[in-house]
């Protein structure tokens, strides 16, 4: 089945402790992109990336790192989380990150820093 | 830069009304427009999209758009809705100009009730 995985699912965490969220896909899509999405304000990018080693900032990539070693995963960073970074968090991809093209989502990891 | 506004954030209907959740877009070039749909506790996933050609754009599980250049618009609708419908739809922009990320609005509950 083509899918977007995502792990953990759910992450309680507290401040300044580093952790990392795995992402995942089978579809053999070169681009892939990290969203966070909060109440009211809808998704927001964080940091994509067009292939292997190439990643590029998206809108809100303050406090996040990402990395590109293998085209099936895109792992996103936190090195040092903080409360405002409690939020939902998707990894999507799709085929070349043509702008027609549909992306893919995986389930979401809800992150808590306390 | 493209941008995308959803005025309402809540949108309540009985079941078997009809439905019409708006969205206006901005941009300076041409653009593709999608409708995602977010059913609670799970990511999202492509309800339809507007590429070029007809206007009146189908989706899955009988929601359909429509296309309006003139009045930048790009409504989702659905004539008789289930409550299984309810969930949070997010309409999104990227530009038709090779590789462009896509922006969300902030999305638009829908809450279907009997």
């Known amino acids: 089945e083509a899918q977007v995985t995502q792990n953990p699912r759910y992450l309680i965490t507290v401040t300044g402790k580093k952790l990392t969220v795995t992402c995942s896909q089978n579809m053999n899509h070169e681009y892939m992109s990290w969203y966070r999405q909060d109440p009211g304000l809808g998704l927001r990018q964080i940091y994509y990336?067009?292939?292997?080693?190439?990643?590029d900032k998206g809108d809100v990539p303050e406090g996040y790192k990402v990395s590109r070693k293998e085209k099936r995963n895109f792992p996103l960073i936190l090195e040092s989380p903080s409360p405002n970074q409690t939020s939902l968090y998707f990894c999507?991809?799709?085929?070349?990150?043509?702008?027609?093209?549909?992306?893919?989502f995986g389930p979401g990891t809800r992150l808590l820093v306390l | 830069a493209q941008s995308v506004t959803q005025l309402d954030s809540q949108v309540p209907v009985f079941e078997e009304a009809p439905v019409e959740l708006r969205c206006n877009y901005s941009s300076s070039v041409s653009v593709y427009l999608f409708w995602y749909v977010q059913y609670p506790n799970q990511g999202l996933q492509l309800l339809l999209k507007?590429?070029?050609?007809?206007?009146l754009v189908k989706g899955i599980n009988g929601f359909e758009a429509e296309f309006n250049k003139s009045q930048t618009s790009f409504h989702l609708r659905k004539p008789s809705v289930h409550i299984s419908d309810t969930a949070e739809y997010f309409c999104a922009v990227s530009e038709d100009s090779g590789y462009s990320t896509l922006t969300f609005g902030k999305g638009t509950m829908l809450l279907v009730s009997p």
């Open positions: 507007y590429l070029s050609g007809s206007t």
């Open positions: 999507a991809s799709s085929l070349s990150g043509l702008g027609f093209e549909t992306q893919y």
């Open positions: 990336s067009m292939n292997v080693e190439v990643t």
